[in-house]
T-cell receptor, first 114, second 113 residues
Framework: GNSVTQMEGPVTLSEEAFLTINCTYT??????LFWYVQYPGEGLQLLLK?????DKGSNKGFEATYRKETTSFHLEKGSVQVSDSAVYFC?????????????FGKGTHLIIQP | KAGVTQTPRYLIKTRGQQVTLSCSPI?????VSWYQQTPGQGLQFLFE???????NKGNFPGRFSGRQFSNSRSEMNVSTLELGDSALYLC?????FGAGELFFGEGSRLTVL
């Protein structure tokens, strides 16, 4: 079945540091890939997505590239801010029609210190 | 456009009771999915409804059920509650059926004592 693996953290960085959160996946076919973010006390919000190999999703300074050869979708940001502190989830959508809903990683808790 | 609305936001039940959670999707969205979020298991897919029909179901026991109404609003029900059912239950809506872009509500936090 489908699975997503990501570093769980917590990951603690100083403001303006470079961020990488690794995400790798196992799936059949050509799934869509997503990064969702969950701020304290809130539901999940879509951060960015990519639907095919070599696509780059980007939003709010965050980027991730769909790498089929390494089955990865790592999240990066060049300069993080305190407001980026949240839990980040990597997810994949079944290309076969979503029979299992979205498959999520366990989430990475990111803490940015001023 | 209003977002996904879930009620109640917090509730406490005791073992053996049942609970009903409600979700109002974004206007125009016809698909509603439910997820359970726990610290140990993370986010797990419960089921998806589209046009009042359950289209997909995750690996949960029959105590977990749901339904969708003609206005796309959805409810999920958990009967004979167990301590392990304590979780944040998240509802998400989308325009179409299948695992595309989901818009999540803030969740209903259930505590079972």
């Amino acid at each position: 079945g489908n699975s997503v693996t990501q570093m769980e953290g917590p990951v603690t960085l100083s403001e303006e540091a470079f961020l990488t959160i690794n995400c790798t996946y196992t799936a059949t076919g050509y799934p869509s890939l997503f990064w969702y973010v969950q701020y304290p006390g809130e539901g999940l919000q879509l951060l960015l997505k990519a639907t095919k190999a070599d696509d780059k999703g980007s939003n709010k300074g965050f980027e991730a590239t769909y790498r089929k050869e390494t089955t990865s979708f790592h999240l990066e940001k060049g300069s993080v801010q305190v407001s980026d502190s949240a839990v980040y989830f990597c997810a994949l959508g079944d290309s076969g029609g979503g029979a299992d809903g979205l498959t999520f990683g366990k989430g990475t808790h990111l803490i940015i210190q001023p | 456009k209003a977002g996904v609305t879930q009620t109640p936001r917090y509730l406490i039940k005791t073992r053996g009771q049942q609970v009903t959670l409600s979700c109002s999707p974004i206007s125009g969205h016809r698909s509603v999915s439910w997820y359970q979020q726990t610290p140990g298991q993370g986010l797990q897919f419960l089921f998806e409804y589209f046009s009042e029909t359950q289209r997909n179901k995750g690996n949960f026991p029959g105590r977990f059920s749901g339904r969708q109404f003609s206005n796309s609003r959805s409810e999920m029900n958990v009967s004979t509650l167990e301590l392990g059912d304590s979780a944040l239950y998240l509802c998400a809506s989308s325009e179409g059926f299948g695992a595309g872009e989901l818009f999540f509500g803030e969740g209903s936090r259930l505590t079972v004592l």
